[in-house]
T-cell receptor
Framework: NAGVTQTPKFQVLKTGQSMTLQCAQD?????MSWYRQDPGMGLRLIHY???????DQGEVPNGYNVSRSTTEDFPLRLLSAAPSQTSVYFC???????????FGDGTRLSIL | GENVEQHPSTLSVQEGDSAVIKCTYS??????FPWYKQELGKRPQLIID?????GEKKDQRIAVTLNKTAKHFSLHITETQPEDSAVYFC?????????FGTGTQLKVEL
């Protein structure tokens, strides 16, 4: 099993550009989530999904969109990139919120 | 609300000593408390978790304690080793959200 796969691993964008961070899992997990990690601020929840077709906002959703058309995939879209979105982004999946979260390797995103 | 406060932000111990990291929360609906370890440049990985119906849980050198009345929980690492050096994050789960603390950089010195 591949676990949680995130692509790309690194990305540099210019302010105003849009892009999609991909996340896929092969464990048949219902719960998927996106976090951003900034120095000294831990992991902050952006959006999450409890199953296909269901998404909801986390702590810091502004500037990001998500969709969940299948159980396996949970892409994160940056609508108009801003320097404040420079961060490391982690996708995670699990059977439920009260089960171990399986993290991907992260995407390191820089916005110039 | 759903915030988690974690202390200390950095912790330095001698090899073989114990390390304790504490977290507090305010949301009474919190019922799941995991701890994650993150090595430099790597993904966070679960090391231990506890649910609200349990007061303490141990796994070899690692233990977690939960005080629901005071709304705090702690990670205890005994007989620390150099490979324990990493950033440790506490988290609380309630509803459908997992909220993380800001992390503790643990350094185990030889």
């Amino acid at each position: 099993n591949a676990g949680v796969t995130q692509t790309p691993k690194f990305q540099v964008l210019k302010t105003g550009q849009s892009m999609t961070l991909q996340c896929a899992q092969d464990m048949n997990h219902e719960y998927m989530s996106w976090y951003r990690q900034d120095p000294g601020m831990g992991l902050r929840l952006i959006h999450y999904s409890v199953g296909a077709g269901i998404t909801d906002q986390g702590e810091v959703p502004n500037g990001y969109n998500v969709s969940r058309s299948t159980t396996e995939d949970f892409p994160l879209r940056l609508l108009s990139a801003a320097p404040s979105q420079t961060s490391v982004y982690f996708c995670a999946s699990s059977y439920s919120i009260r089960q171990p979260q399986h993290f991907g390797d992260g995407t390191r995103l820089s916005i110039l | 609300g759903e915030n988690v406060e974690q202390h200390p932000s950095t912790l330095s111990v001698q090899e073989g000593d114990s390390a304790v990291i504490k977290c507090t929360y305010s949301d009474s609906a919190s019922n799941y408390f995991p701890w994650y370890k993150q090595e430099l440049g790597k993904r966070p990985q679960l090391i231990i978790d506890i649910r609200s119906n349990v007061g303490e849980k141990k796994d070899q050198r690692i233990a977690v304690t939960l005080n629901k009345t005071a709304k705090h929980f702690s990670l205890h690492i005994t007989e620390t080793q150099p490979e324990d050096s990493a950033v440790y994050f506490c988290a609380r789960g309630g509803g459908n959200k997992l909220t993380f603390g800001t992390g503790t950089q643990l350094k185990v010195e030889l």
